[in-house]
């Protein structure tokens, strides 16, 4: 990760939104999903909602991580991640 990310893994111009979660068993640790630049946001689901133990393949389909998703691509009518 530090080799792929040595050159600066975020294009200027792009708004980027990482979500990680802590229960992650695939990327390992969970904070290699952080991305280090100015045009990047990054959440980790358990500190927004922190009793949702979805794990790597669970946020796909996980309500809180639609909620964050549909907020990241449309922030002027975002709404509140009830957890």
Same mark, same amino acid.
């Given at each position: 990760?530090?080799?792929?990310? !040595?050159?600066?893994?975020?294009? +200027?111009? %792009?708004?980027? &939104?990482? %979500?990680? &979660?802590?229960?992650? =068993?695939?990327? &390992?640790?969970?904070?290699?999903?952080?991305?280090?630049?100015?045009? !990047?946001?990054? %959440?980790?689901? =358990?500190?927004?909602? +922190?009793?949702? $133990? !979805?794990?790597? *393949? !669970?946020?796909? $389909?996980?309500?809180? *991580?639609? #909620?964050? *998703?549909?907020?990241?691509?449309?922030?002027?009518?975002? =709404?509140? *991640? #009830?957890?």
């Amino acid at each position: 990760m530090t080799k792929l990310n !040595a050159g600066g893994a975020a294009v +200027p111009g %792009i708004e980027y &939104t990482t %979500i990680m &979660t802590k229960y992650d =068993q695939v990327v &390992t640790p969970y904070t290699s999903g952080y991305l280090d630049a100015p045009n !990047a946001t990054n %959440i980790v689901l =358990q500190d927004v909602c +922190p009793a949702d $133990f !979805a794990e790597h *393949v !669970a946020v796909a $389909f996980n309500p809180h *991580v639609g #909620r964050m *998703v549909l907020n990241a691509l449309d922030p002027a009518n975002a =709404q509140p *991640v #009830r957890c």
